[in-house]
């Protein structure tokens, strides 16, 4: 009876204080009870996937991006287009994202263990933390809950922030989010993971940015002799989580404008001095932008779409993410 009443009384505890954690209704046990091997299976299906190609790292980052700054963290940028709607991931700003199949491959696994369950919205949250911490980032856990959206049009894409933007223009868009301008750096400092293509800063070379630097100038201008689709590394360790963004920035060696105006601008030079010469700094700050990020306009009850109605009716669970319908 002794033994009973004691776990009657964690359940309770777990009950109270996992699953009535915030106003948003997000909290960190959501799945505890309806699906406790999730963020297991999340994080290995990444670690695998990251194992065969760390590239991908940088892709599941940014897609995490993408899919909170339009319309929140819902899922939606994962809608597939329908002859009646162009959905946001067939933007021009998001052609280039990666990082599909490994959503898909983590959605397939959980339908197998816990159909109807885990959202799509929070697979994508969840899967961006284990990317951060396999290229060698801050770990950083982020409360679950999260609906799948019903909504994703190209038209919404035109509030992401463009490489083009000075830093007034950064803050002003950041701000609308709630982010203040530290997190606008620390968020940016996701760019020391993967690369840019020419098409987004070969405006830059002619004529030269006066806040480039020189020898930088013609390593860009022999990037982008190759075509708009050559790529240029944001720093010289393109898969590693590191502060080396910041320090490339420091020596003028930014390669977007939206990322060396970080430094030029007097409003956030100071930012990217001090995460330039500490590490530390940064993590600490990109993990705390990275939560308040991943709790952005988060769907809850009759504002997103409940998992269970959808999932049944996929044949190919392994595409379900991808192929939601929209409104």
Do not use: W
Request: with cysteine; charged share 20%.
């Amino acid at each position: 009876m002794a033994n009973l009443l004691a776990m009657f009384f964690v359940m309770k505890m777990i009950l109270v204080s996992g699953f009535s954690f915030g106003a948003s209704g997000l909290n960190m046990n959501y799945y505890l009870l309806s699906c406790p091997f999730a963020e297991p299976i999340i994080r290995n299906t990444v670690d695998r996937a990251l194992q065969d190609d760390p590239t991908l790292a940088a892709g599941l980052v940014r897609m995490h991006f993408h899919d909170c700054f339009i319309e929140g963290c819902d899922g939606s940028v994962l809608i597939d287009s329908t002859k009646d709607n162009t959905a946001e991931k067939d933007s021009p700003a998001n052609l280039s994202l990666r990082g599909y199949e490994v959503i898909d491959e983590i959605k397939e696994e959980l339908e197998k263990q816990c159909p109807g369950v885990v959202s799509c919205a929070d697979i994508l949250a969840m899967a961006a933390t284990y990317a951060v911490f396999f290229a060698g980032g801050p770990v950083y856990d982020i409360p679950k809950g999260r609906k799948d959206g019903t909504r994703s049009k190209i038209e919404d894409t035109i509030n992401l922030p463009a490489p083009i933007f000075n830093a007034s223009e950064l803050i002003k868009m950041f701000g609308q989010h709630g982010f203040s301008a530290k997190d606008m750096v620390a968020l940016s400092g996701a760019h020391t993971l993967g690369v840019a293509r020419c098409s987004s800063f070969k405006q830059r070379l002619a004529p030269q940015d006066p806040s480039l630097d020189p020898d930088f100038a013609k390593t860009l201008s022999k990037t982008c002799s190759v075509g708009d689709s050559a790529e240029q590394t944001f720093d010289a360790t393109r898969n590693d989580f590191d502060n080396n963004y910041f320090e490339a920035l420091v020596s003028n060696n930014g390669v977007l404008t939206s990322d060396q105006t970080l430094y030029a601008s007097p409003q956030t030079r100071n930012i990217v001095n001090s995460y330039a010469m500490n590490e530390a700094l940064f993590f600490l700050d990109f993990q705390q932008a990275m939560v308040k990020m991943s709790m952005l306009d988060v769907k809850q009850g009759s504002n997103g779409e409940a998992v269970e109605g959808r999932v049944m009716k996929r044949k190919v669970l392994s595409q379900f993410c991808k192929f939601k319908g929209s409104s």
